[in-house]
């Protein structure tokens, strides 16, 4: 079953411009992980937050956490070429094994 | 060093015919992934091992075998290509335990296309 829905599912933004994107799930989690992947490689994990946490930095990113409402944000500030790619939210079932979403794909024009 | 590698990157292959694709990571990790991408991106778990016993089995035809010879490669074989099953295979490790927020550490990928 699909845990992890990412939204929107596709956003273009201009150079320099901060870019958002947000993830929703179903049941309730100990974390939620944030992964990239950039055109024709594998995921990479960027950042992990754990539901005791409501924010959490890492250089040029901002993510959130909302266990009410059972969702997550991530935010990139002052965006560059470099973070065109798809993002992924992740978070782990009851069975302990990790769902991700349908991915943001993310486009930085020039 | 490349932590997760996976052979072979491309691999185009006629319907029906019986090919493998080769995973090995060198992180020490006890637990390997199969996921498979399709067209749309989306990102599907198919097995998962730990220390050479299969844990997570999801509802693959059962064309598709994983086999671990040991906690550091984790191969997968699948018989009888069908044309659905061009997609990307992703070969994955973590250290166990989900729960605890384990990274998952992704091989760049298998490209397969049945014609």
């Known amino acids: 079953s699909q845990q992890g829905e990412e939204d929107p599912q596709a956003l273009s933004i201009q150079e320099g411009e901060n870019a958002t994107m947000n993830c929703s799930y179903k049941t309730s989690i100990n974390n939620l992980q944030w992964y990239r992947q950039n055109s024709g490689r594998g995921l990479v994990h960027l950042i992990l937050?754990?539901?005791?946490?409501r924010e959490k930095h890492s250089g040029r990113l901002r993510v959130t956490l909302d266990t009410s409402k059972k969702s997550s944000s991530l935010l990139i500030t002052a965006s560059r070429a470099a973070d065109t790619a798809s993002y992924f939210c992740a978070t782990y079932d009851r069975d302990d094994k990790i769902i991700f979403g349908k991915g943001t794909r993310l486009h930085i024009l020039p | 060093d490349t932590a997760v590698s996976q052979t072979p990157k491309y691999l185009v292959t006629q319907m029906g015919n019986d090919k493998s694709i080769k995973c090995e990571q060198n992180?020490?990790?006890?637990?390997m992934y199969w996921y498979k991408q399709d067209s749309k991106k989306f990102l599907k778990i198919m097995f998962s091992?730990?220390?050479?016993?299969?844990?997570i089995n999801e509802t693959v035809p059962n064309r598709f075998s994983p086999k671990s010879p040991d906690k550091a490669h984790l191969n997968l074989h699948i018989n009888s290509l069908e044309l659905g099953d061009s997609a990307v295979y992703f070969c994955a490790s973590s250290q166990r335990g989900g729960l605890a927020g384990n990274t998952i550490y992704f091989g760049e990928g298998s490209w397969l296309t049945v014609v």
């Open positions: 937050i754990r539901s005791n946490e």
């Open positions: 992180l020490g990790h006890d637990t």
């Open positions: 091992y730990n220390n050479k016993e299969l844990i």
